[in-house]
């Protein structure tokens, strides 16, 4: 029940920075902040939690452990389309919604949805090997929804015709993160230096949502 109640008021969270989000950059003078803000949370505060999650609790069991996740995070996305292209013919759609139906059935918030959720449900160490979950799951989706995904908003259709996949730094960032914990630096990473690291990666948590509120 304890559980059931942070997930709720975690949820009511989600939705509150999601709509403040949504109400900043409906404001003129902020507008212009959508992209910069943007581009630091995707390509450095996500990065720099996916590594220091990685350097100070990855370990050879747990890399035993997630490696069947992209996949799963990869058939999860094709189901998407497959149900996708099954429903657009039995619904009236305009030409131009089609692929922005399908891209919404294909390219769920698997990738930035459960880290707020975690930071409210799960304690200690649980949080990091949570979110360390989710890393791996999103893995191929952090760079399909900016290839495959941005090309199904932008053309009606032949996008994987037009798509090539996209190398992102949540991408690189994980990749990295696995070779550096098997260098043991997280003796490297203690007090101001942890606290640091630490607070970036956690306002990417809450940034992405408040991005994505706009």
Excluded: C
């Excluded at 390509?43 to 350097?55: D, G, K």
């Excluded at 891209?103 to 649980?126: A, C, K, R, T, W």
């Excluded at 949570?130 to 908003?153: E, K, P």
């Amino acid at each position: 029940m304890l559980i059931l109640t942070k997930a709720f008021i975690s949820i009511i969270q989600i939705f509150l920075i999601t709509t403040a989000g949504y109400i900043f950059f409906r404001i003129r003078t902020f507008k212009q902040l959508y992209r910069p803000l943007l581009f630091y949370t995707v390509n450095f505060a996500l990065p720099v939690l996916i590594i220091y999650r990685l350097i100070t609790k990855f370990n050879f069991e747990l890399f035993l452990q997630t490696l069947s996740l992209p996949l799963y995070g990869a058939f999860l996305i094709f189901w998407g389309y497959f149900v996708g292209k099954q429903l657009v013919p039995h619904m009236n759609l305009r030409a131009e919604k089609k692929n922005i139906f399908i891209s919404l059935m294909m390219f769920s918030n698997i990738g930035y949805l459960p880290l707020p959720l975690f930071e409210s449900v799960f304690q200690g160490d649980d949080i990091a090997l949570a979110q360390i979950y989710v890393f791996f799951i999103a893995l191929v989706y952090t760079s399909l929804i900016w290839s495959v995904g941005v090309n199904m908003l932008r053309h009606r259709e032949g996008v994987f015709q037009r798509t090539k996949f996209k190398v992102t730094a949540p991408f690189l960032a994980l990749l990295s993160g696995v070779a550096l914990s098997f260098l043991d630096l997280k003796t490297y990473i203690t007090g101001p230096v942890e606290s640091v690291i630490r607070s970036v990666g956690t306002s990417g948590v809450y940034l992405v949502m408040f991005i994505m509120g706009g």
